[in-house]
């Protein structure tokens, strides 16, 4: 079996396997960093680009957002040159997974201090926290105005942006929506929703998702 499509199906079927829950927003950054490493192989060793794109939609039983995320990390791999020396190409490869594994941890960091923020604004003990995620192709300038719109479209109230990341109160919910910036015409979409009832929360959740990604 090829790296990539190795590094893909293994990727793929894990993140497959895990649901947009409260602890699952992320794949996991070991994960991430390993099929980064084995994109950044099949590159190096060759790999034609239009080969590399197919294999990330060759897995059938793989979830829509999983194939966008490997398409994503694809498209980043092949702007990196590919080395005639095997010593680079080895170190274009650790570069390459040690970067992927450091922007998901930065990612993650950052979504676990906008899920304590949120908890720690809800009214009652204990709170509930929805989240939900997936790579638009939509540039993050585009991503962040759709956050903006779809939470006033919503109601919600004391709407606020701090770069690209939008805020904003429905009742005693709150919700955040952050645009992450994913080179070029994409972006990856992260929001959470966090309130005192479940139900509520997890139907606004369910609704800033839909008007984020309405083709999705």
């Known amino acids: 079996m090829p790296l990539i499509y190795r590094g893909l199906v293994t990727f793929l079927l894990l993140h497959s396997m895990s649901t947009l ?21 099949a590159r190096q060793n060759g790999v034609p ?14 979830k829509s957002e999983s194939v966008a995320f ?17 010593w680079n190409r080895n170190e274009a490869v650790k570069d390459f997974k040690e970067k992927w594994f450091t922007k998901c941890l930065g990612l993650r960091k950052s979504f676990a201090a906008d899920q304590e923020s949120l908890l720690s604004q809800s009214n009652k003990s204990p709170p509930q926290l929805w989240s939900y995620h997936k790579v638009l192709n939509l540039n993050v300038k585009i991503c962040s105005d759709r956050g903006v719109s779809t939470l006033k479209s919503l109601n919600f109230t004391a709407v606020v942006r701090s770069g690209t990341y939008v805020y904003g ?15 070029g015409e994409s972006s990856f979409l992260y929001l959470a929703v966090a309130g005192p009832e479940k139900e509520s929360v997890e139907n606004l959740r369910n609704e800033i998702a839909r008007l984020m990604s309405p083709s999705g």
């Open 21 to 41: 829950a409260e602890d699952r927003e992320t794949p996991s950054c070991e994960l991430v960093g390993y099929l980064a490493e084995n994109i950044m192989q």
């Open 49 to 62: 680009d239009d080969e590399m794109i197919a294999m990330t939609e060759s897995v059938a039983f793989a």
């Open 70 to 86: 490997a398409k994503v990390v694809v498209a980043d791999a092949l702007l990196v040159p590919v080395n005639r020396m095997v």
């Open 169 to 183: 109160n429905s009742g005693p919910n709150r919700a955040a929506v952050k645009c992450v910036d994913q080179k």
